[in-house]
């Protein structure tokens, strides 16, 4: 996987992790690009496209669009599975993520991203293993976040994220996620 | 002191957290910028404070910010303090800043080194863990290089966490430091033995990474990775040995058989369409062989696509479409039978699914089907919503039909009315290709002419219909096509005058200017028809008519704002003037008249030129005038659309040739000629262009166009006039039964007549295109052949080519293919060659012409050098009276002996360690005896110069000869190497040599002697040597390279026919290819890096070259030069 970009209906881009050395202006440009692309599809497209010499492989979770790059001979069916895990991990580490969870907390989306993938590749392909490593290391973390941790219990994601606002970005993602969107029957 | 925490502790509660800055930027919608730059100035107060968590949380906010696309660069040393915190929530905010900030530039990375090291070793994991992602993220080779042995050794790590990601990582340091591949491959390939399963599959992952870039080195771990994917059930892992084998099975066929079990259990038995569609991809990508086992499995994919293409899930469907195309590559039946499923995805909500169907539909057509998928497509294109679509749609139906020279097309009237049909299209912006199409058939296809004239008429005569609605429209390019087929072929028009009426309509100046001007000009030849078919009569009123007609309406044009319509209409404005003044004093003028127009038009192909031979005595390279301005060929390149509509300005004056142009075509042509089948002998013509040369006779020029036209088989062609007013529909049925008809006929008049001009054949279309198709494929066959040779190779050899590949994992896995081994590998390989073509030769020894297949190999792999080699070997014969006819020589009696050569130190020179002392050139010679005589003591010897000597066996003297290892009989030829010593490399050389041998005849035996020159060029002495676009952009970065361009004008061929070029006679490697722009690379045998930027734009190619031998260069830059002047 050369990068994988998180970003919003409304082309906010929400998170980047980039596999490749690229200069910024050149992730600047490439972001723009493929936001303007992947947003002009219609919902009832395919996932799939090819872009420049990659193919690009995208999905739509709620109001955020996950979208990875990937070369030509990797397979997308997989990189589809590895979108959708993640967003289980992000929705079982929030508990019912939404993507203010991810506006306010990136940096835990990023640890859990981190955890999940190393260098473009997939490292723990057992969920439990990835979020049992998280949790351990927010224990070391001795500084809690406070505010995160009060809310987590809270059902409003509003309220968790410390806002008060009815907001779009509410929607919570994984729950417009069937579980059957799986295309491997993988065991964790 | 205590005052001072307090009061920092107290400052911290005012200071924003994330949270904070994350709603503040969304209350500030309006003003976001200026919020944020309030923000960014807190946060560099923030970070001047000593308090480390401070600096964190204003570390944590940058990287929100930088996501947000602001420059946080400056932050960079701040964020390596926070990374050295040694608190982890500090650490990891750090680690998290400095993987989303830092790139290879960033300076204070280099800072790092040792507490990243520190951080590998510490002894919580989960400190190990982060230094490990963020290195995963900004490594560079210096990292790479001093880290890379904790890495290797955290691989060992008690912690399956720590392994996996060590493990993980390794693969990006091996990219930024290969030196450390091979002291890590061993502990690396432990670990596919893990007993932790994600540290397996991390192992897994790197390994199928590198063989991707590599394969061969990881053949010898196939035995492992076999049992690896029989035993296991992890989806990941399997997936990704799949793809591995899907890299190695092309180097090793065996492999492919045993792979087949597997995986056609895995199709059969998975439930995840992730592994299902890897293994379907896996066995389309192995069909080399065509065993019976290969032939079930590939059934098996295609039956499993075709589920995928019929399930539900848009995302299966796409890839069933695109894993289809692949196979449609190889076995394009299996598809074709599928063409009902393909068509129904036409009508596809998912336009990315349609245009997937379209593609597949391109390679799918047939002379039997193409009626009936074009007549799909149409119905497609009145149904389809959006104009990119239809578009698309519309570019695809011309594609499909005008492939292969319109191989597929059966009845031309029929396209015709398909392109009449089409031009029906609103607000299409393709109405210039359908124009070429009209006028490419048109011209090309002489029997549609009446045809097409007549619907060209009525086009014209309802041109309102195409134009009214709107100006801009891009359909109205069409009326250019309509225009010029009436006017060029107005003698089929059945009303001209109605036509000519129609194109001097007032609406008409609406039409852009560049139509009006041939409204205007082929108005003129209308005119002229009209008044030769009009003076026949008695009655000249009606010729009167049209003149004043002419005289009323052309004034319209005179007006025009554009000047070429401008001209053109005022100058026929006076010559129908002037015609009106003759035919009121009753004077015949057609014949005058219609001599202006007079000459048919033949179609010629791109290159006809190229095959007009140099007359001899003509120096091509000596410039008659100065060189012009460089603007020249920037005149040519706009208004390329319609090259057909050239020939008819050119006419008259044929001989404004670029005379350097045509010296690079002659040149080129003799060898076109010797290697083409399709050279057509042509009796001289009647249009003689070069007159003025002397002794020009034999030379046929413009022979293409007169010998055989273009033309539709003449059956279907009569028949297809009566059938003009049917219904097009019936036309088509009828069409099926005739093209069975013929069918019939052609399989009596039995096969291998393809190219025979015989009216039976359908592909009938000029030979000259035809030609022109089999010079451009050149150097792609070229390659295939070398290729081959090198599989054949090691095919022959197969126990060796393992233990070398074994030797490869050991030593030096990931460099290229230089190597000790194959130095022996190839030595070994060469007597045995040699001996097949002995046995070959003495099979057909009494065929002198009949070269030798290793010959011929040998030839397409260096042919340019070689004929010089040849030319010159000829040249220093004695004078016999035909200097280049070698057979002549040969009926006296002469010894003949061809000498071909070239270095090729690409395949042998290469032992690493001796470069320090010197280069070394092996140089293959083939001897061929073409002679009726025994040859034999045959001996090579070159005249030293001081930079390249010939390596004699040890004790024998400077100037002694080198003794041929073999004899050679009547006819036969054989092989043999020399190994040379180069001192310098950056200059091309000429070495003078003679070869003597003794001629034995069956009465008597002669002395001969030979003499020959060995051609060193600097390409020889470079190496393909790939390169990562990483380590090409350090390397133009390191600023120790020279520059120097090159520019190639009319270059006519497509991108990568010439970047397969570069490659293959100049040893480059391409690095990384973006539309029209190219960056390649090669090293030479003393390590001198070459770098090329290669941009192409319309028939201009430009290079950019860095090097760190100016020298070098500039020769290098030259032999591409000489190749591309050459074709």
């Known amino acids: 996987m050369q990068f994988m970009l998180l970003f919003s209906r409304q082309g906010k881009l929400r998170l980047q992790k980039w596999y490749v050395p690229l200069s910024d202006k050149e992730k600047k440009k490439i972001t723009r690009e493929l936001v303007q692309t992947v947003l002009a599809r219609k919902p009832k497209m395919c996932s799939f496209l090819e872009w420049r010499d990659l193919k690009i492989v995208y999905k739509r979770y709620a109001s955020l669009y996950f979208c990875c790059a990937i070369e030509d001979q990797d397979n997308e069916l997989i990189t589809l599975e590895i979108i959708h895990r993640y967003v289980e991990l992000l929705d079982k580490y929030f508990g019912s993520v939404c993507e203010l969870d991810i506006i306010f907390n990136f940096e835990k989306a990023y640890f859990i991203l981190d955890e999940f993938l190393l260098g473009g590749e997939a490292q723990e392909t057992s969920k439990k293993n990835v979020l049992k490593a998280i949790e351990q290391a927010d224990l070391l973390q001795e500084n809690i976040d406070f505010q995160m941790r009060l809310f987590a219990g809270s059902r409003d994601p509003a309220q968790r994220a410390g806002g008060n606002r009815t907001d779009i970005n509410t929607i919570f993602i994984a729950i417009h996620t069937p579980p059957s969107a799986s295309y491997s029957a993988v065991c964790s | 002191m205590a005052l001072k925490i307090v009061k920092g502790s107290i400052d911290r509660m005012f200071d924003k957290n994330l949270q904070d800055l994350v709603r503040g930027i969304r209350n500030h919608k309006e003003d976001e910028a200026k919020y944020i730059s309030t923000c960014i100035d807190e946060i560099k107060q923030e970070l001047k404070q000593d308090n480390i968590a401070v600096k964190a949380n204003a570390v944590c906010k940058l990287t929100y910010l930088q996501m947000l696309g602001y420059d946080v660069s400056w932050a960079a040393f701040n964020i390596v303090e926070v990374m050295s915190s040694s608190k982890f929530t500090y650490k990891r905010i750090g680690y998290l800043a400095a993987s989303q900030c830092f790139h290879e530039n960033t300076d204070v ?89 994600g540290v397996q599959s991390a192992a897994v992952n790197v390994i199928c990474e590198l063989a991707r870039r590599n394969p061969k080195n990881y053949l010898s771990l196939a035995p492992l990775f076999f049992k690896l994917m029989t035993s296991s059930t992890n989806n990941w892992v399997l997936i990704k040995i799949i793809k591995l084998f899907g890299a190695l099975t092309p180097l090793e066929p065996r492999l492919g058989k045993k792979l087949i079990e597997p995986l056609t259990n895995l199709i059969h038995s998975t439930s995840a369409m992730s592994l299902l569609y890897e293994c379907v991809n896996t066995v389309i990508a192995g069909q080399y062989s065509c065993s019976v086992g290969h032939i079930k499995s590939h059934l098996l994919c295609v039956q499993k696509l075709r589920i995928l293409i019929e399930d539900s899930d848009q995302n299966l469907k796409y890839l069933g479409l695109l894993a289809m195309s692949k196979i449609l590559k190889t076995h394009p039946k299996s598809v074709q039978s599928h063409k009902d499923l393909i068509l129904q995805c036409l009508d596809d909500k998912d336009e990315s699914i349609r245009l997937r169907a379209l593609d597949l539909l391109y390679g799918m057509v047939s002379k039997k089907n193409l009626m009936e998928i074009v007549k799909k497509l149409m119905i497609h294109v009145d149904k389809a919503e959006g104009t990119t679509y239809r578009d698309e749609l519309l570019t695809k139906i011309i594609d499909i039909c005008s492939q292969s020279n319109y191989q597929y097309i059966t009845n031309f009237e029929w396209y015709i009315s398909i392109l009449v049909e089409l031009t029906r299209l609103e607000g299409t912006r393709h109405g210039h290709l359908i124009a070429s199409q009209m006028l490419d058939v048109a011209i090309r296809v002489k029997a549609i002419r009446v045809f097409a004239v007549a619907q060209m008429a009525t086009l014209l005569d309802n041109a309102h219909l195409l134009t009214g609605n709107m100006q801009r429209n891009g359909i109205c390019e069409v009326l250019y096509a309509a225009a010029w087929i009436c006017g060029e072929f107005s003698e089929h028009l059945e009303n001209p005058v109605q036509t000519l009426e129609a194109m001097l309509r007032p609406k008409v100046a609406t039409l852009p200017g560049h139509i009006q001007a041939v409204y205007v000009q082929n108005a003129a030849k209308l005119f002229a028809t009209i008044l030769k078919n009009q003076e026949g009569n008695t009655d000249s009123t009606a010729a009167q008519e049209t003149s004043q007609m002419m005289i009323d309406r052309l004034p319209l044009f005179v007006q025009s704002a554009n000047l070429e319509v401008q001209e053109r209409a005022s100058c026929i404005l006076q010559l129908v003037k002037y015609i009106q003044k003759l035919q009121q004093k009753d004077v015949e003028v057609a014949e005058e008249v219609s001599a202006l127009f007079a000459g048919e038009l033949n179609p010629v192909a791109p290159k006809a030129q190229k095959k007009v031979p140099v007359p001899e005595g003509l120096d091509l390279d000596a410039w008659i005038n100065e060189p012009p301005s460089e603007s020249e060929s920037e005149d040519e390149q706009p208004k390329a659309i319609f090259t057909k509509e050239e020939p008819k300005h050119s006419r008259p004056r044929h001989t404004e040739v670029d005379e350097k142009e045509l010296a690079r075509r002659r040149e080129a042509r003799k060898q076109e000629q010797a290697n083409n089948p399709f050279y057509i002998k042509a009796s001289p013509s009647s249009q003689k262009v070069y007159q003025e040369a002397p002794g020009v006779e034999h030379i046929p020029v413009v022979q293409i166009d007169l010998s055989v036209p273009l033309k539709v088989p003449g059956l279907p062609m009569s028949d297809q006039y009566v059938k003009l007013e049917e219904e097009r529909r019936q036309k088509e049925r009828a069409e099926k039964k005739k093209k069975e008809k013929k069918k019939r006929k052609e399989k009596r008049s039995g096969r291998g007549k393809k190219h025979d001009s015989g009216p039976e054949s359908e592909e009938d279309i000029t030979p000259a295109h035809v030609v022109d198709i089999v010079t451009e494929e050149m150097p792609e066959v070229g390659m295939h052949l070398s290729d081959d040779v090198a599989q054949e190779d090691q095919n022959h050899l197969p126990v060796r080519v393992k233990i070398c590949i074994c030797m490869f994992c050991l030593c030096r896995p990931l460099a290229d293919s230089e190597k000790l081994p194959v130095r022996s590998h190839r030595a070994a390989g060469a007597p045995k060659s040699s001996a097949e073509d002995g046995e070959a030769e003495n099979a057909t020894p009494q065929e002198p012409k009949k070269k030798s297949s290793k010959e011929k190999r040998d030839k397409k792999k260096d042919k340019e050098r070689d004929r010089k080699v040849r030319l010159r070997c000829w040249k220093h014969f004695p004078p016999s009276g035909h200097k280049s006819d070698s057979r002549s020589t040969q009926s006296e009696g002469r010894t003949v002996v061809t000498f071909l050569v070239f270095p090729l130190p690409r395949k042998v020179c290469d032992i690493q360690g001796n470069l320090q002392d010197g280069s070394q050139v092996v140089v293959s010679v083939i001897f061929e005896n073409k002679s009726d005589s025994f040859l034999k003591s045959m001996e090579f010897n ?108 009319g270059v006519n061929m497509p991108f990568h026919h010439l970047l397969a070029r570069i490659c293959f006679h100049h040893h480059f490697s391409v690095v990384e290819r973006i539309d029209s722009c190219a960056s390649m690379y090669s090293r030479s045998i003393q390590g001198h890096h070459v770098c090329l930027l290669v941009k192409t734009s319309g028939q201009t190619v430009s290079i950019d070259a860095k090097c760190d031998e100016p020298t070098l260069l500039g020769n290098v830059l030259d032999e591409i030069k000489q190749t591309f002047s050459q074709c």
Not at chain 2, 111 to 119: A, M, W, Y
Not at chain 2, 1022 to 1028: D, E, M, R, S
Request: glycine share 4%.
């Open chain 2, 942 to 1049: 070159v005249l030293d110069s001081l930079n390249s000597k010939l390596q004699r066996p040890e004790g024998s003297g400077p100037h002694d000869g080198l003794t041929v290892p073999f004899q050679l009989p009547p006819g036969v030829s054989n092989e043999a190497r020399f190994v040379f010593t180069v001192q310098s490399i950056v200059m091309p050389q000429k070495l003078k040599g003679t070869l003597t041998f003794i001629v034995k005849n069956e009465d008597s035996s002669t002395h001969e002697k030979l003499d020959f020159k060995l051609h060193f060029t600097c390409t020889s002495y470079l190496i393909t040597t790939p390169c990562y676009s990483d380590a090409f952009a350090k390397l133009l970065e390191s600023g120790d390279l020279k520059s120097s361009s090159v520019r190639l004008e």
């Open chain 2, 109 to 197: 990375i280099m800072l790092t080194t040792n507490q990243i090291r520190k951080d590998l070793s510490s002894p919580n994991q989960y400190d190990t863990g982060v230094a490990l992602t963020g290195l995963s993220c900004f490594v560079t080779p210096d990292l790479a290089r001093d880290l890379a042995n904790d890495i290797m050794t955290l691989m060992s790590h008690t912690k399956p966490y720590i392994r996996k990601k060590a493990v993980l990582i390794m693969y990006k340091v091996f990219l930024k430091y290969p030196e450390s591949l091979r002291p890590a491959f061993p502990r690396l390939k432990e670990k596919l033995e893990d007993p932790d399963p």
